[in-house]
């Protein structure tokens, strides 16, 4: 839902509240919109991205890059946000936890949304898995495709920690058809995950149960992650636990 600056309050004194402004040009009056209409889209859209609050204050400044695979990885984000709508690709950042791989992603929706005005929406795959599962019951009052809806029209989806949840064949399919529609549609899709990827093209789950190993291909299946690394560009991370180094660094003795 839009407010318009009548229902934000109207308290703009520039323009009255109505979101225009009238210049004196020498054709005549000009009107241009009025940057209170502007904050405000730009607000709407930094809601819609419904970046988890414990991310909302990371930015591509404030990523500390401790080693060489972390500074590549900022380099990459921020060429992607720069060079934004040209990529083709989206990016899948693997690495195990407390590198920053939610901080790098979060900070390029948030400076999508804040340089570029585009529409992008953040994801935990658990939380998503959550909702698809919690739709199925009989006395929900969420439909799938209400989930679903922001998940396949952004122009930037964030799927974040991909494969942290143990999914049935079913959710499984969904996921792979809202990462399918997504490429068929040329939207982009930035992806983490802690799992790490291997040289295996086949998953070594048991069919009946997909219970396996852990690498990337065991929790989201062949189809699923071919079709991503059809869609996006690998980038690595590693190092030294990235929260702890940083945390020990600010305290004092
Ligand atoms: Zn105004």
């Known amino acids: 839902m839009t407010v318009t600056p009548e229902q934000a309050g109207g308290g703009c004194a520039t323009c009255q509240g109505t979101g225009w402004i009238l210049d004196d040009a020498s054709g005549g009056r000009v009107a241009r919109r009025c940057h209170c209409l502007l904050d405000l889209r730009r607000q709407n859209l930094l809601d819609r991205a419904r970046i988890p609050r414990r991310y909302r204050n990371c930015t591509l400044a404030n990523f500390d890059a401790l080693n060489d695979s972390l500074r590549h990885a900022l380099k990459i984000a921020r060429k992607f946000v720069k060079d934004y709508p040209a990529p083709d690709v989206g990016l899948l950042f693997i690495g195990p936890c407390g590198v920053g791989k939610t901080h790098l992603v979060a900070a390029v929706l948030q400076e999508l949304v804040l340089k570029k005005n585009v529409f992008c929406v953040f994801t ?34 964030v799927l974040d920690e991909l494969g942290a949840k143990r999914t049935t064949a079913w959710v499984e399919e969904t996921v792979f058809y809202i990462i399918n529609h997504r490429y068929n549609n040329k939207k982009m899709t930035l992806f983490t995950t802690n799992y790490p990827d291997t040289e295996a093209e086949e998953d070594s789950r048991d069919t009946m149960y997909k219970k396996g190993g852990d690498s990337l291909v065991d929790r989201i299946g062949v189809r699923l992650r071919s079709r991503i690394y059809e869609m996006c560009k690998v980038v690595e991370m590693d190092g030294d636990d990235y929260r702890k180094t940083v945390k020990q660094a600010g305290y004092r003795f």
């Open 124 to 157: 935990d795959f658990r939380d998503l898995i959550r909702e698809i599962q919690s739709t199925f019951s009989p006395d929900s009052v969420i439909s799938e495709s209400d989930v679903l809806a922001p998940v396949f029209q952004c122009e930037v989806l």
